[in-house]
């Protein structure tokens, strides 16, 4: 299963250097793509904001 960042948020970018696949790309708000993620749960356990959920 998928993680996926909410709307919570804050484009802070934690998330993106700690995936070891690359998943997660940047825009108004990061984003992580399903067909790439691992679900490793990485970005999730660093995530200030408590942003990245299970999917």
């Known amino acids: 299963m ?3 960042i909410t ?3 804050i ?3 934690s ?3 700690e995936c070891p696949v ?3 790309s940047e825009g108004d708000i990061y984003v992580i ?3 790439a993620c691992i679900s ?3 970005c999730a356990g660093v995530c ?3 942003a990245i959920v299970e999917d």
Request: aromatic share 4%.
């Open 2 to 4: 998928a993680y996926k």
């Open 7 to 9: 709307d919570s948020c």
């Open 11 to 13: 484009a802070c970018g």
């Open 15 to 17: 998330c993106a250097g």
């Open 22 to 24: 690359s998943a997660i």
């Open 33 to 35: 793509d399903a067909d």
């Open 40 to 42: 490793c749960g990485t």
């Open 48 to 50: 200030p904001q408590e």
